[in-house]
């Protein structure tokens, strides 16, 4: 079983920056790709970002494309976001998740979220 935990959310200035952490640990951990999500209140959950483990190749959603930046470190099994710029917008719960299979869309693993508040 694989466990990811979230950690680096709190409040943050427009325009500032926070770094997200994700570790994981449990069985040997090899995803295919890991996946930074969020969800802001009365709304659906959104993908943020994607890295994939092995040739780091990343994704970014529009809305947050030139301000944040995914990343891992394989060797310590963690995954990082790196928002900068931050906007009210960006107000959500974030939750890393783990994709273990290239041939599906679905994340199989998820972490307990971390709580990012900009104020304006």
Same mark, same amino acid.
């Given at each position: 079983?694989?466990?990811?935990? @979230?950690?680096?959310?709190?409040?943050?200035?427009?325009?500032?920056?926070?770094?997200? +952490?994700?570790? =994981? +640990?449990?069985?040997?951990?090899?995803?295919?790709?890991?996946?930074?999500?969020?969800?802001?209140?009365? #709304? @659906?959950? @959104?993908?943020?970002?994607?890295?994939?483990? +092995?040739?780091?190749? /990343?994704? %970014?959603?529009?809305?947050? #494309?030139?301000?944040?930046?995914?990343?891992?470190?394989?060797? #310590?099994? /963690?995954? %990082?976001?790196?928002?900068?710029? =931050? #906007?009210?917008?960006? $107000?959500?719960? %974030? %939750?890393?998740?783990? +994709?273990?299979?290239?041939?599906?869309?679905?994340?199989?693993?998820?972490?307990?979220? $971390?709580?990012? $508040?900009?104020?304006?």
């Amino acid at each position: 079983q694989v466990q990811l935990v @979230e950690s680096g959310g709190g409040l943050v200035q427009a325009g500032g920056s926070l770094r997200l +952490s994700c570790v =994981a +640990s449990g069985r040997t951990f090899s995803p295919n790709r890991m996946g930074w999500f969020r969800q802001a209140p009365g #709304k @659906e959950r @959104e993908l943020v970002a994607v890295i994939t483990w +092995s040739g780091g190749s /990343t994704y %970014y959603a529009d809305s947050v #494309k030139g301000r944040f930046t995914i990343s891992r470190d394989n060797a #310590k099994n /963690t995954v %990082y976001l790196q928002m900068n710029s =931050a #906007k009210p917008e960006d $107000t959500a719960v %974030y %939750y890393c998740a783990a +994709s273990m299979m290239a041939t599906t869309p679905r994340y199989d693993y998820w972490g307990q979220g $971390t709580q990012v $508040t900009v104020s304006s």
